[in-house]
């Protein structure tokens, strides 16, 4: 909070939902890894297929959170608000888990 208030520009609390990488031998091997990461609720999940053939499939979560909390140094939230955006980046945090 002390720092938000010294803030000159603008603050935004971002959390970043898990992600995670995993290179595959065969494209099916990366439908297969998709399929089971849809099912478990990882909805933003994907396949890419390099130009060298590389096939990379990323299991991402939805949990992220992006809020702006000052603009051009005026704090434009209250402090229990900010309480209220931790608490639910630590929710967030622990559903990564």
Known sequence: ISALKKATGDVVFKFEPFVLHVLCRELQDAQ?????????????????????????????????????????????????????LVNVANQKMEENI
């Not at 096939?55 to 000052?70: D, F, G, N, W, Y």
Request: proline share 2%; aromatic share 6%.
């Open 32 to 84: 297969l890894l998709h399929s089971v990461a849809i099912d478990s609720g990882f909805r933003n999940s994907g396949i890419t297929v390099g130009r060298g053939g590389k096939i990379t499939m990323a299991v991402r979560s939805t949990h992220c959170l992006e809020v702006p909390l000052s603009h051009k140094g005026r704090l434009m939230v209250s402090e229990e608000y900010i309480e209220f």
